[in-house]
């Protein structure tokens, strides 16, 4: 889906175990961009956009995306729009979702620490490799080179939705035109998936999207504004 992703994994298990562990995270992540990237005709989203995959005879993983997209669009009054653009692209829940799966997938598997890692949005579990915390820096909205806030934690899941990488990509559903006001909005929660959603949400309400990430139940935030306004909840989980 056009995007990195890096795994780290901390536990103290055999080598050919951590190896096999990330190969199966990776041949997830690219199974689920065979499945899902609207840059590549030939996916199964894009079939199913296009008719040629009726709905019961999508995957389960498919059908479990658009149900949850569905959900989704309720819950942010419409502003998470999987058909925002006039065509179907769940990618602002869909990278979230798969790194959460691998996440889950890992603990599972008996690999309590570890950090997935999808294009900046961060699933991490348990301690890093130096024994404490995970530390999780969020760009600076202006300076690729640089950080301007860190979290940390043992169980977080922090997605980022901002203008910084790919211009004015996020719609806002109700204009039919680029989301303005806000320069990025990060979500933290338990669930990767779902934060990812919440973030572009409140990057396509514009302003108003502060207002609404403040009443969110189990999440925090940190938004930054066009006029470099930074505002961030009083829960989230700064580093010391």
């Known amino acids: 889906m056009g995007t990195a992703i890096?795994?780290?994994?901390?536990?103290?298990?055999p080598p050919a175990t951590l190896r096999e562990l990330a190969d199966q995270v990776f041949a997830w992540?690219?199974?689920?961009?065979?499945?899902?990237?609207t840059y590549r005709p030939d996916s199964e989203v894009c079939r199913f956009d296009r008719g040629e995959v009726?709905?019961?005879?999508a995957s389960a993983d498919l059908r479990f995306v658009l149900e949850a997209c569905a959900d989704l669009w309720g819950a942010t009054d419409g502003f998470f729009d999987a058909y925002a653009t006039g065509r179907l692209d769940p990618s602002g829940f869909v990278k979230g979702w798969a790194a959460q799966v691998a996440s889950d997938r890992l603990l599972a598997a008996g690999a309590a620490n570890h950090c997935v890692n999808a294009g900046g949005d961060v699933r991490v579990r348990g301690l890093s490799p130096s024994g404490e915390p995970w530390r999780i820096g969020i760009r600076h909205p202006w300076d690729p080179m640089a950080t301007f806030l860190v979290l940390a934690g043992t169980d977080l899941a922090v997605a980022t939705s901002g203008v910084y990488?790919?211009?004015?990509h996020v719609l806002d559903p109700r204009r039919g035109a680029p989301a303005g006001g806000l320069r990025s909005v990060t979500v933290v929660g338990t669930d990767l998936g779902v934060a990812d959603a919440y973030a572009t949400a409140a990057l396509a309400m514009g302003v108003t999207g502060l207002g609404w990430v403040d009443r969110l139940d189990d999440h925090t935030h940190v938004v930054v504004t066009d006029d470099a306004r930074e505002?961030?909840?009083a829960g989230v989980p700064l580093a010391p």
């Open 6 to 13: 890096t795994l780290d994994l901390a536990d103290d298990l």
């Open 29 to 37: 992540m690219r199974e689920v961009d065979a499945r899902f990237s």
């Open 165 to 168: 990488e790919r211009g004015r």
């Open 231 to 233: 505002y961030h909840s």
């Open 54 to 57: 009726l709905l019961s005879e």
